[in-house]
């Protein structure tokens, strides 16, 4: 009886093993051909994507670097071979299965390289993108796991038979901790399983298809990581211990640049040069975290360099750079106002000063020369309060406070400017010729106001004697034109005449009583109620001034 059951149970046994590894076979057979048909797929995938129509070895590359053994070619659509990663051939494959049937993984004997691969294709850009491995690749699991498996087997018999003879529960003991092991990667929750072999098979599988899952979550996650880290704004450079560089963004190969295959793990000195390698340096030797200053074309970064330095992260240097340009250059503007303002009114004040010295010292004592030098005085003091008003208008704009508006008549305002202007236009016998339409405009009374009347000012102060000015309003296409023929301005001062106290003829503007703000407070205005404004002169003809509500 007990040879009896020795024997059953070592049939059983032996029965069992010989099923299980046959299944273990044709299951990672199967796990095997199912993440080579994933790779494959996956490799055209990103083939596709990055191919553009022309750049076949850069393509090719994106795979190629990865894993040298896959062959990558580009294919014309009358079957010409443009481009092998790893031998040329001159026939035609148009009649290969795998670009007869897209996206279908086909086994089959190259006569090309003298070996079977497994092959895939794709269409993209007009070209068919076909990709393919050796499959002696595809198959060295298998044999692997039917040599080993084959001397297991036998092993575990002899094994199997003495340890049955000793006691069954030690055979069985083992096998239900791995079914629970398995069980419970899958489901923390699973209860024991007791003397169950068969559940051992469905354990894998499940194993399989989570740790499969796993792996393509990981994988997204870190497409989506470095699609992320590669649009963002902010180059970004990443240094380990070893001082090399494990991680860089496009927006960093651009700004320093280098291609992202000469950097990438090697040095940082590949990178950068003189005196920010001097920094990061220091940074390393005192462990310090530092700001540089980066010049890049017409651009102006700000370098911060960070340290990594704990349990979690080998001590590393991370360098992101933000682009301060803009605040660079509102930074000169702020100086370059203040400087302006300073100046402006510096002179009339110096003036005002002069006079009335000159008037309580004695020095003027004739009637006629105080009361010229009164009326000098009085002309300085307007005009500094002058500037001192518009400084303050442009403040307020610049600020962009809302203010309350409302639907106005174009044509009102620009009547109500020329007659508060009609004796400067009488002195000067100017033709004013309106061509109005009822067009209405939603914007604040005063800003419109202070619009129609620095452009018609303008209009009138430095036109000619006997000169002509044409103001017509466009409902249609909501327009504003104020033309004039005046001195009109070079090509050359058209681009600066927006800018704060710029002046084309500073003396005429001083004796018009300009302050070289008007514009910049039209220009403000504008902006702040989306208005386009256009901008035609020439020297000596005149000048026109188109606005677009």
Do not use: W
């Amino acid at each position: 009886m007990k040879k009896k059951y020795i024997l059953i149970n070592t049939i059983i046994l032996l029965f069992t093993m010989l099923t299980f590894l046959i299944a273990s076979f044709l299951i990672v057979d199967s796990i095997n051909k199912d993440k080579v048909k994933k790779e494959i797929t996956n490799y055209l995938y990103i083939v596709e994507n990055h191919f553009d129509g022309n750049n076949y070895e850069e393509s090719a590359n994106e795979i190629y670097l990865v894993d040298s053994s896959i062959r990558i070619t580009f294919i014309s659509p009358e079957g010409n071979v443009l481009y092998d990663s790893k031998k040329e051939s001159e026939e035609n494959h148009l009649s290969r299965p795998e670009l007869k049937n897209l996206g279908n993984i086909y086994y089959r004997y190259s006569n090309t390289l003298k070996k079977k691969m497994v092959y895939i294709a794709g269409f993209e850009n007009n070209v068919y993108i076909r990709i393919s491995m050796a499959e002696t690749l595809v198959n060295e699991v298998t044999n692997s796991l039917i040599l080993y498996g084959s001397i297991l087997l036998v092993v575990l018999s002899l094994a199997s038979i003495i340890a049955i003879v000793k006691t069954s529960n030690k055979i069985l003991k083992p096998i239900n901790d791995s079914v629970n092991s398995l069980a419970k990667i899958v489901d923390d929750d699973v209860n024991d399983y007791k003397d169950n072999i068969t559940k051992l098979e469905e354990e894998i599988e499940k194993v399989r298809s989570l740790i499969n899952s796993k792996i393509e979550t990981i994988d997204l996650e870190k497409r989506k990581l470095n699609h992320i880290i590669n649009h963002m704004e902010q180059p970004l450079v990443v240094i380990d211990k070893n001082k090399k560089i494990v991680l860089i963004n496009l927006k960093a190969c651009d700004i320093f640049e280098r291609s992202y295959e000469m950097v990438i793990n090697n040095d940082y000195s590949y990178l950068f040069s003189g005196e920010l390698i001097q920094i990061i340096n220091k940074v390393y030797e005192n462990k310090q975290e530092a700001r540089y200053l980066y010049a890049f074309k017409n651009e102006t970064y700000l370098l911060n360099i960070s340290i990594f330095d704990n349990e979690e992260f080998d001590f590393s240097i991370s360098l992101v750079a933000m682009n301060i340009t803009s605040e660079k250059k509102i930074e000169k503007m702020k100086e370059d106002f203040f400087a302006n303002a300073s100046h402006e009114l510096k002179s009339p004040l110096t003036s005002i000063i002069g006079y009335q010295q000159m008037i309580k010292e004695g020095i003027i004592t004739d009637e006629e020369e105080i009361e010229s030098a009164t009326t000098k005085t009085i002309r300085e003091a307007k005009r500094m309060n002058q500037i001192i008003i518009e400084m303050l208008e442009l403040s307020k704009l610049e600020t962009q406070i809302k203010l309350d508006k409302e639907n106005i008549l174009l044509y009102q305002i620009c009547q109500e400017v020329l007659n508060s202007y009609s004796q400067l236009i009488e002195e000067k016998n100017i033709k004013v010729e309106t061509y109005y339409t009822d067009l209405s405009i939603y914007i604040n009374r005063e800003d419109l106001y202070e619009l129609v009347k620095n452009l018609i000012e303008n209009a009138i102060k430095y036109n000619k004697k006997e000169g002509r000015i044409v103001i017509s309003i466009n409902k249609q296409n909501k327009s504003l034109i104020i033309e004039d023929s005046g001195i009109g301005i070079s090509e050359e001062d058209q681009t600066r005449v927006f800018e704060r106290f710029y002046q084309v003829d500073k003396a005429k503007s001083k004796e018009m009583g300009g302050t070289g703000l008007g514009l910049a407070i039209v220009k403000h205005i504008c902006i702040n109620n989306n208005i386009k404004i256009f901008l035609e002169s020439k020297l000596n003809k005149g000048t026109k001034f188109t606005l677009i509500f």
